[in-house]
């Protein structure tokens, strides 16, 4: 069972929605099962949290603990992704053509 502690302003909007799945909401909180998927465990995340945390599949997620609890976050953009990412625009401005007679 993991228990994420969630935002004042979401507890009113999650109060609102029932979704199947949903053990309790009490103070904040809301405890779920672990679904068994394959040998692991998974912790399905109902699309009303998904999309007041605006997390899709492409998101990457950044999963750490206090030792009591599982936090389970958006992951910031790291410095090294961020000038990946300004490589990899930069060259397809400069190179995209040439890209893309490559892969025909």
Not at 39 to 61: C, F
């Amino acid at each position: 069972m993991a228990v994420f502690k969630l935002l004042p302003e979401a507890i009113d909007r999650l109060r609102m929605v029932h979704h199947c799945g949903i053990i309790g909401l009490t103070e904040g909180a809301m405890v779920k099962k672990l679904t068994k998927h394959g040998n692991s465990l998974a912790l399905v995340i109902d699309r009303p949290i998904l999309d007041l945390l605006k997390i899709d599949v492409e998101t990457p997620l950044e999963i750490s603990t206090d030792g009591q609890r599982l936090i389970v976050a958006p992951a910031a953009p790291s410095e090294r992704r961020a000038k990946f990412d300004a490589a990899q625009q930069w060259a397809h401005k400069r190179y995209g053509k040439a890209f893309k007679r490559l892969a025909e």
